[in-house]
Antibody, heavy 116, light 107 residues
Framework: QVTLRESGPALVKPTQTLTLTCTFS??????????VSWIRQPPGRALEWLGV?????AKYYSTSTRLTISKDTSKNQVVLTMTDMDPVDTATYYC??????????WGKGTTVTVSS | DIQMTQSPSTLSASVGDRVTITCRAS??????LAWYQQKPGKAPNLLIY???SLESGVPSRFSGSGSGTEFTLTISSLQFDDFATYYC?????????FGQGTKVEIK
């Protein structure tokens, strides 16, 4: 059974760096074709895709230059780092597993508020 | 970047109605499209993947079709539990992208 769980701080101050961890089970990110992406959703707004890391460590990001995604295959974790946080970054953050024709799998999300 | 355009943005319907939501991609994405249902305060729930594959446990009144640039999500007979917001997502060409959502409201 594939599961993903997001974790990290619920509150960060403006200009701080956010670090979120996606801990997963039921698959290995070293498997060819596997990838994990990050998505966020500000309150009352649509889903926004942020970026992805693939099994071969290839990465692709949305237009944001503040974002870094990394993986620790031995720990079954993917880490999102976002610098210079702003109140507009307040959102629920999700991680998602994509693997070929298998059904996409999501975590339940973690809510991050940016406020002083 | 690929643009995903859903229509309509809002849909008013009654229980028992047949409902169709459209998602158009600005480039050919083959079958690499998923549909999600989201209720307030909850994570998106996968309904359909690879355009027409029904996720396990999802009622058969939900169906998806299309390929390339035009896709549809159909609810054959709307139930009370189906009033929610629906999103499409393409996951083949970077940057992956979502539609803006379609809110299905009670008429």
């Amino acid at each position: 059974q594939v599961t993903l769980r997001e974790s990290g701080p619920a509150l960060v101050k403006p200009t701080q760096t956010l670090t979120l961890t996606c801990t997963f089970s039921g698959f290995s990110l070293s498997t060819s074709g596997m990838s994990v992406s990050w998505i966020r959703q500000p309150p009352g707004r649509a889903l926004e895709w942020l970026g992805v890391i693939a099994w071969d460590d290839a990465k692709y990001y949305s237009t944001s230059t503040r974002l870094t995604i990394s993986k620790d295959t031995s720990k079954n974790q993917v880490v999102l780092t976002m610098t210079d946080m702003d109140p507009v970054d307040t959102a629920t953050y999700y991680c998602e597993r994509i693997y070929g024709r298998a059904p996409p799998a999501w975590g339940k999300g973690t809510t991050v508020t940016v406020s002083s | 970047d690929i643009q995903m355009t859903q229509s309509p943005s809002t849909l008013s319907a009654s229980v028992g109605d047949r409902v169709t939501i459209t998602c158009r991609a600005s480039q050919n994405i083959g079958p690499w499209l998923a549909w999600y249902q989201q209720k307030p305060g909850k994570a998106p729930n996968l309904l359909i993947y690879t355009a027409s594959s029904l996720e396990s446990g999802v009622p058969s009144r939900f169906s998806g079709s299309g390929s390339g640039t035009e896709f549809t999500l159909t609810i054959s007979s709307l139930q009370f539990d189906d009033f929610a917001t629906y999103y499409c997502q393409q996951y083949i060409i970077y940057p992956w992208a979502f539609g803006q959502g379609t809110k299905v409201e009670i008429k």
